[in-house]
């Protein structure tokens, strides 16, 4: 089993609340004493960890530039999801509600989106294994635990498994700024897999071509697009909202 470096007190109390066992060696920053760290050392000290105490720069210098808190910690690498375990995930969800990502490289932009995702009840995160940002300690920062909760499936072929999904009875919507209705013109019950573009080109030509529908946000503002994170939680949460009718 792999290691690797989070950052972030939260990042790191997310583990330590889903999977403890995970961390491995934590290192806090030297003179900092507030209430919120000390009760972070206790509970490392409850599951066997002792942390380590170093100057900024050498916290600095483990999460590479990160904004990380005065916390870093080296745990177990989270295992890679791939089409096999989508499709694990499928046969144990009645009325699946997915989340697909088409070119999300921004590592900022994804954590945000799998804390969204998280918010909305999304069973799983679906993007490609290449031009895209991938489970990095930013991802699970920004993501305020979100990360260790979502599953996130890196597929080899984005067309193919969004046919996969179809097959399953997974209606495939996708947003495209030029589609002819609105997401509240829309009308969304049973399996779902919302499907999100990279913020400067959209969606692939490809990944469009398997949509079952397109809709749009509309724009009543000067701006022609909203952030991806942002566009995303309009989208889930008034999926959302008509699942819960």
Not at 119 to 130: L, M, N, S, T
Not at 144 to 162: D, I, K, S
Request: one cysteine or more; a neutral charge; proline letters at 3%.
């Amino acid at each position: 089993m792999s290691n690797e470096l989070i950052f972030g007190i939260h990042a790191l109390e997310s583990l330590l609340d889903v999977h403890p066992e995970k961390v491995l060696e934590v290192w806090l920053l030297k003179g900092r004493d507030d209430e919120r760290l000390n009760r972070l050392q206790a509970r490392l000290l409850e599951v066997g960890v002792k942390a380590q105490f170093s100057n900024r720069s050498a916290l600095d210098n483990k999460a590479k530039g990160g904004q990380h808190q005065g916390v870093v910690a080296k745990v177990q690498a989270a295992p890679i999801l791939n089409e096999t375990d989508l499709a694990q995930l499928l046969e144990n969800q009645a009325t699946p509600f997915l989340l697909v990502l088409d070119g999300v490289t921004d590592p900022h932009n994804l954590g945000a989106c799998l804390r969204t995702a998280d918010a909305a009840g999304v069973h799983g995160v679906i993007v490609p294994k290449d031009n895209s940002a991938g489970l990095t300690p930013v991802v699970r920062k920004v993501a305020c635990g979100a990360a260790e909760v979502v599953p996130l499936f890196q597929v080899t072929n984005l067309a193919r498994t969004l046919r996969m999904l179809q097959d399953k009875g997974i209606w495939v919507v996708g947003t495209a700024g030029e589609a002819d209705h609105s997401v509240y013109q829309s009308t969304f019950s049973g399996a779902q897999a919302l499907v999100m573009g990279a913020e400067d080109k959209g969606m692939r030509r490809l990944t469009r071509e398997h949509c079952d529908e397109l809709v749009s946000i509309p724009m009543a503002g000067s701006v022609s697009s909203l952030n991806v994170s942002v566009a995303t939680g309009v989208c889930l949460f008034e999926m959302v909202r008509q699942r819960i009718k």
